[in-house]
């Protein structure tokens, strides 16, 4: 059985990272599963525990990280944030494609334990639309919008260790750039060397 492809995206907070994974997902015919990852900061309105996150407690957060059951974890904003390994190890061994959405250190973290993982970073077309947008999804105080589009340079400065860029200008545009991302990422040489070692036999 083919081993499924780990997609990484991140990019700065308000950018639509959620907006373009979800469109993503409308879409089966990739095979693509979106990890849930396990948090110790507050559920907001809107969100479904085990949906959205897999809410816990600071001190159970360290207890699983410690136990070795986080793919990669980091603190954004005073939290904690990590990807669960079993279940993202599982789909991948059944040749399901998966994709993570997280932040930039963690990114990086899952590309040093997996060569094979392809990165996307998913950029706004301006900083001014980026706070247009913070402030529009009106989720974050004034403050926390400032902390966040300050965020953004350090996670700006990291985007050249990714496989690829985005720009998240038109939605339908974007979504469709990773899309075929995604496609391409299929055909890899090193990824269908079977058909090529079948001819030879
Ligand atoms: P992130 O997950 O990166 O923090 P969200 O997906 O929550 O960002 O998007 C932030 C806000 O921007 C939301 O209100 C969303 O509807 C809006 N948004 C996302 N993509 C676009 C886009 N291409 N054009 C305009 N607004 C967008
Ligand atoms: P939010 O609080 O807005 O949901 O997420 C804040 C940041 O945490 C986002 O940049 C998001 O991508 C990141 N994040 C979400 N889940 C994980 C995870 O499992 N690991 C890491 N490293 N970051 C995550």
Known sequence: MKQGILFVMSGPSGTGKGTVCAELLKNKDNNLFLSISTTSRNIRAGEIDGVTYNYTTPEKFR???ESGCMLEWAVYGGNYYGTPKKSVLERLD????VLLE????GALKVKKAFD???LIFIVPP???ELRRRLESRG???EDQINERIKAAEFELDNADKYDYIAVNDDLASCVESIRAI???EQFRARRNTEFTERLKK
């Not at 059944?94 to 494609?97: K, L, P, Q």
């Not at 997280?102 to 250190?105: A, F, R, T």
């Open 182 to 184: 995604m496609k391409a």
């Open 63 to 65: 207890e699983m990280a």
């Open 102 to 105: 997280i932040d930039v250190q």
């Open 94 to 97: 059944r040749g399901e494609n």
């Open 116 to 118: 094979d993982a392809v």
């Open 139 to 141: 989720r974050e105080n």
């Open 126 to 128: 301006s900083t001014e």
